[in-house]
């Protein structure tokens, strides 16, 4: 039985190739299907034959009994269970951790105001900056345009698992929850001791049970480009695509820019989000201004 119970769990490198084997069928990898399987996927002598290992050998990976294993031996065994890269540089940091570092106490990410002023310049399209553990610091007024039917729009993944509103909102939810999902995983890797991560894991293992499914799954992801697919209750249907940048001066932050495709019908959607969020402000400007 798999006991990864977050992102800190004791061995993470066998709870992620447990994972991976079970998504892989013999017919996947060009081996034959012969006997009765009592379990998913591939058989633990099945990938280290794809490796070149021995079954003794890979079953040490498995159980964290083999601390140091080289990098052309991690090398065979991503070919084996085909991983892309983004799942071979997980596989890298759980397989080869840094020393453990020293319990601190939970930092507190802030976005610069220089970052904060840029954001505001951008009044055409939604744009938001997340944190390691998928936090939201800061956004536009237009992407709390977008967000605005949420309960509480303070994590993507409080946000996907936790507010009823997230499955109207998300026109493919099943997309939406796998893609965070990923990416937390990700971000647990690079830092398995991260305070933050930990509460948040611990929280949405308790609270979700579509997200405790997903994390076991180890799938990983970064966030770069993507088209996404919402609902919104104010205009309707958008299709908006994504760019990722990474925040120089605050490396574990990530710009998020959403913009439609021209002359479409989520261009013209966007717009008038835009519009409907300048009434409204201007509408309590008003209001304030006249108590």
Same mark, same amino acid.
């Given at each position: 039985?798999?006991?990864?119970?977050?992102?800190?769990?004791? /061995?993470?490198?066998?709870?992620?190739?447990?994972?991976?084997?079970?998504?892989?069928?013999?017919?996947?990898?060009?081996?034959?299907?012969?006997?009765?399987?009592?379990?998913?996927?591939?058989?633990?002598?099945?990938?280290?034959?794809?490796?070149?290992?021995?079954?003794?050998?890979?079953?040490?990976?498995?159980?964290?009994?083999?601390?140091?294993?080289?990098?052309?031996?991690?090398?065979?065994?991503?070919?084996?269970?085909?991983?892309?890269?983004?799942?071979?540089?997980?596989?890298?940091?759980?397989?080869?951790?840094?020393?453990?570092?020293?319990?601190?106490?939970?930092?507190?990410?802030?976005?610069?105001? +220089?970052?904060?002023?840029?954001?505001?310049?951008?009044?055409?399209?939604?744009?938001?900056?997340?944190?390691?553990?998928?936090?939201?610091?800061?956004? /536009? *007024?237009?992407?709390?345009?977008?967000?605005?039917?949420?309960?509480?729009?303070?994590?993507?993944?409080?946000?996907?698992?936790?507010?009823?509103? =997230?499955?109207?909102?998300?026109?493919?939810?099943?997309?939406?929850?796998?893609?965070?999902?990923?990416?937390?995983?990700?971000?647990?890797?690079?830092?398995?001791?991260?305070? *933050?991560? *930990?509460?948040?894991?611990?929280?949405?293992?308790?609270?979700? =049970?579509?997200?405790?499914?997903?994390?076991?799954?180890?799938?990983?992801?970064?966030?770069?480009?993507?088209?996404?697919?919402?609902?919104? +209750?104010?205009?309707?249907?958008?299709?908006?695509?994504?760019?990722?940048?990474?925040? /120089?001066?605050?490396?574990?932050?990530?710009?998020?820019?959403?913009?439609?495709?021209?002359?479409?019908?989520?261009?013209?959607?966007?717009?008038?989000?835009?519009?409907?969020?300048?009434?409204?402000?201007?509408?309590? /400007?008003?209001?304030?201004?006249?108590?």
């Amino acid at each position: 039985m798999d006991t990864d119970k977050g992102p800190a769990a004791e /061995n993470a490198l066998g709870g992620f190739l447990r994972a991976r084997r079970a998504q892989l069928r013999p017919e996947d990898t060009g081996l034959p299907t012969t006997g009765r399987r009592r379990v998913p996927g591939l058989r633990r002598e099945e990938v280290a034959t794809l490796a070149g290992v021995s079954t003794d050998y890979y079953m040490r990976l498995e159980q964290g009994r083999e601390r140091h294993p080289s990098r052309q031996i991690l090398e065979a065994v991503a070919r084996a269970l085909q991983l892309d890269d983004a799942a071979v540089a997980h596989l890298f940091q759980v397989a080869t951790p840094t020393t453990r570092r020293t319990r601190r106490a939970l930092r507190v990410e802030r976005v610069a105001p +220089p970052l904060r002023r840029l954001l505001d310049t951008w009044t055409t399209t939604p744009a938001f900056v997340l944190g390691h553990a998928l936090d939201v610091l800061a956004g /536009n *007024r237009l992407a709390s345009a977008l967000y605005a039917g949420f309960a509480h729009s303070d994590n993507l993944l409080r946000m996907t698992f936790l507010d009823p509103a =997230a499955r109207g909102f998300h026109r493919d939810w099943d997309r939406a929850a796998e893609s965070t999902v990923a990416t937390l995983r990700r971000a647990a890797g690079i830092d398995p001791e991260d305070i *933050r991560l *930990r509460e948040l894991v611990g929280e949405l293992s308790l609270k979700s =049970a579509d997200f405790r499914d997903l994390w076991a799954r180890h799938d990983v992801r970064g966030k770069t480009r993507e088209a996404k697919l919402f609902h919104h +209750p104010q205009v309707g249907d958008l299709e908006l695509h994504y760019e990722a940048f990474t925040v /120089n001066s605050a490396p574990t932050q990530q710009l998020i820019v959403y913009q439609a495709e021209p002359g479409s019908t989520s261009a013209d959607a966007l717009s008038l989000l835009g519009s409907l969020s300048a009434d409204s402000v201007h509408g309590r /400007n008003t209001t304030r201004g006249t108590d």
